[in-house]
């Protein structure tokens, strides 16, 4: 089992940023893919970024893209989302989660693991 807690969330106006932290309690979190989700109210879970094991190889959701930046730090068991330049339709609960398999996962059904969530507002 794996213990994922995010934090870093809050309300902020369109064009700031954000820092999401997530840590994991496993001592294989560098062996995992690392991603991050999020959800609107009234809306089904979509992808936003995904890291794979080293850190070598990442993944983003085309609306994001040029704005939000993932990354890891092994040592701290931890996965952090950048956001920069933010708008109002990023405002959701983001989750962070973990996919086992080797290949990097791009939808929700992949990944096994899940944090409770930080809430994200972007005020107009």
């Known amino acids: 089992q794996v213990q994922l807690v995010e934090s870093g969330g809050g309300l902020v106006q369109a064009g700031g940023s954000l820092r999401l932290s997530c840590a994991a309690s496993t001592r294989t979190f560098s062996s995992y893919t690392m991603g991050w989700f999020r959800q609107a109210p009234g809306k089904e879970r979509e992808f936003v970024a995904a890291?794979?094991?080293?850190?070598?190889?990442?993944y983003y959701t085309e609306s994001v893209k040029g704005r939000f930046t993932i990354s890891r730090d092994n040592a701290k068991n931890t996965v952090y989302l950048q956001m920069n330049s933010l708008k109002p339709e990023d405002t959701a609960v983001y989750y962070c989660?973990?996919?086992?398999?080797?290949?990097?996962?791009?939808?929700?059904?992949?990944?096994?693991?899940w944090g409770q969530g930080t809430q994200v507002t972007v005020s107009s």
């Open positions: 890291i794979n094991w080293s850190g070598g190889s990442t």
């Open positions: 989660a973990v996919d086992r398999d080797y290949e990097m996962g791009l939808t929700k059904g992949e990944y096994d693991y």
